[in-house]
């Protein structure tokens, strides 16, 4: 009788131990199965499907999926929020006659925009290359390496073809990098050039007539002369003023 009783006691704990252990084991793959549905969310997420919606879970997954669901939203959030701003930079950057370009603390070149590429020559792309390395105009080169060194604007002119160009070195926030500018300064050398050239010829064509009305000035004070003769004199100088 009480090996029976042995025997049952010892069924009945095997089966229990089978149940919890048949039960673990259920739970375990449906926790496995929810981590495995939400790490595809976060790789879709992360791809740059920011509709995804991590499903509804149970337990433990159940705050991670709030959790991916949460983020997920607000990232989407922040990107539509900044999207016209980056638009708005894209923009200015695109269509500025400026030339920009930045170079990082190593000295390597990470962005250049439209005009930079237009106004100088460049050797294929130059983003990414070391600046020493592809930059063809040594005074370019040789602002960004001063506002390297001293954290200080620096500024050269040049002539670049037939483009008269002023070079200025910017120093970045980031304490490393530098921002070049490229101004096209072309027309305003051309106006400095043309206004020179009236002052000249102007100068030129006052100091003929000044140089007659001098020369009949002194004639009039060193000659003795008549009234007549002042009056002719005089009628001479009329046209040369």
Same mark, same amino acid.
């Given at each position: 009788? $009480?090996?029976?009783?042995?025997?049952?006691?010892?069924?009945?704990?095997?089966?229990?131990?089978? %149940? *919890?252990?048949?039960?673990?084991? +259920?739970?375990?793959?449906?926790?496995?199965?929810?981590?495995? @549905?939400?790490?595809?969310?976060?790789?879709?997420?992360? /791809?740059?499907?920011?509709?995804?919606?991590?499903?509804?879970?149970?337990?433990?997954? /159940? +705050?991670?999926?709030?959790? *991916?669901?949460?983020?997920?939203?607000?990232?989407?959030?922040?990107?539509?929020?900044?999207?016209?701003?980056?638009?708005?930079? #894209?923009?200015?950057? +695109?269509?500025?006659?400026?030339?920009?370009?930045?170079?990082?603390?190593?000295?390597?070149?990470?962005?250049?925009?439209?005009?930079?590429?237009?106004?100088?020559?460049?050797? %294929?792309?130059?983003?990414? #290359?070391?600046?020493?390395?592809? @930059?063809?105009?040594?005074?370019?080169?040789?602002?960004?390496?001063?506002?390297?060194?001293?954290?200080?604007?620096?500024?050269?002119?040049?002539?670049?073809?037939?483009?008269?160009?002023?070079?200025?070195?910017?120093?970045?926030?980031?304490?490393?990098?530098?921002?070049? *500018?490229?101004?096209?300064?072309?027309?305003?050398?051309? $106006?400095?050039?043309?206004?020179?050239?009236? &002052?000249?010829? &102007?100068?030129?064509?006052?100091?003929?007539?000044?140089?007659? =009305?001098?020369?009949?000035?002194?004639?009039?004070?060193?000659?003795?002369?008549?009234?007549?003769?002042?009056?002719?004199?005089?009628? =001479?100088?009329?046209?040369?003023?």
């Amino acid at each position: 009788m $009480a090996s029976n009783t042995l025997v049952l006691a010892l069924g009945a704990t095997t089966l229990a131990s089978m %149940g *919890v252990a048949i039960w673990l084991f +259920r739970e375990w793959s449906e926790q496995r199965r929810a981590v495995s @549905v939400l790490a595809q969310a976060v790789e879709r997420a992360a /791809a740059g499907d920011l509709q995804v919606i991590a499903p509804r879970q149970v337990g433990d997954a /159940a +705050r991670l999926a709030s959790g *991916v669901n949460a983020l997920v939203a607000l990232i989407r959030k922040e990107k539509i929020t900044d999207y016209p701003e980056r638009l708005f930079e #894209q923009a200015m950057l +695109r269509e500025t006659p400026n030339g920009l370009w930045v170079v990082d603390g190593a000295g390597r070149i990470r962005g250049v925009n439209p005009a930079a590429r237009a106004l100088l020559p460049w050797p %294929g792309d130059p983003v990414g #290359q070391l600046a020493a390395a592809v @930059v063809q105009v040594s005074e370019l080169y040789d602002v960004i390496e001063e506002t390297g060194l001293t954290r200080k604007v620096a500024e050269r002119s040049v002539q670049v073809g037939n483009k008269h160009l002023l070079m200025r070195g910017v120093p970045l926030a980031d304490g490393s990098g530098t921002l070049g *500018v490229i101004l096209d300064i072309t027309s305003v050398r051309n $106006a400095e050039r043309a206004r020179r050239d009236f &002052v000249a010829n &102007v100068s030129h064509e006052l100091r003929t007539p000044l140089n007659v =009305l001098s020369g009949f000035l002194e004639t009039i004070q060193d000659l003795k002369l008549d009234a007549s003769r002042v009056r002719d004199y005089v009628g =001479l100088m009329a046209p040369q003023a």
